[in-house]
């Protein structure tokens, strides 16, 4: 079983925290489950060439990936075909695939569709309270304000492990353990030889 969800959501919203609670609930019935960023090859080559620290992301860092990423997509769609290897690269589980931009959501969705005959879910996560929002959450937030998510999740800053059953549930899983509770959710480890960000490192 593969099961794709693109998830999006403003920066510090709690997607990470949220895909956490995810594993925590399926952890007892064996499914594995992985987060993989489009932003990744980006950070890695910036990382790799000493341009990047690997942790700061102020503007000018943000500003050089955002011109990178621009670049590895139109050098041959880099950014998309390193999801896609990753994807096949295991044999099964549920994949969390971080993707910002409106334009590079459909076309991994298609993508999905065609090379995989996978149609992946897309999930709008945001557990921020609405009048505390940063201004890097607003910037973000328009990014894809405008995109059309199979799901919406995580409204109030109390409803991870309710988000969690909510999403399973909906991309077609039952065995969760509803059991599970939120402090096995808090202290849950993040896992991070499933998330490819993570295990590099890399803020």
Not at 91 to 120: A, M, Q, W, Y
Not at 177 to 189: L, P, Y
């Amino acid at each position: 079983m593969k099961k794709i969800i693109v998830i999006n959501g403003p920066a510090t919203s709690g997607k990470n925290t949220f895909i956490k609670a995810v594993r925590a609930m399926l952890k007892e019935a064996d499914i594995l489950v992985y987060s993989f960023s489009s932003i990744f090859p980006i950070k890695d080559e910036l990382f790799k060439t000493g341009q990047w620290d690997g942790k700061t992301k102020g503007e000018t860092e943000r500003n050089l990936m955002i011109d990178l990423k621009a670049k590895m997509i139109k050098d041959g769609d880099k950014p998309l075909k390193y999801l896609v290897s990753q994807i096949n690269s295991k044999s099964e589980g549920i994949f969390f695939v971080h993707i910002r931009e409106k334009d590079e959501i459909e076309k991994f969705i298609e993508t999905c569709k065609i090379n995989l005959d996978i149609t992946p879910f897309t999930l709008h996560y945001d557990r921020l309270a609405k009048d505390n929002l940063n201004t890097t959450a607003e910037i973000y937030t328009r990014e894809y304000n405008n995109y059309d998510f199979d799901i919406i999740a995580g409204e109030g800053l109390n409803s991870v492990k309710a988000a969690a059953i909510d999403v399973i549930r909906k991309v077609g899983i039952n065995e969760l353990s509803t059991t599970t509770s939120d402090d096995e959710i808090n202290n849950a480890i993040f896992h991070k030889e499933f998330d490819d960000e993570l295990s590099a490192g890399y803020a």
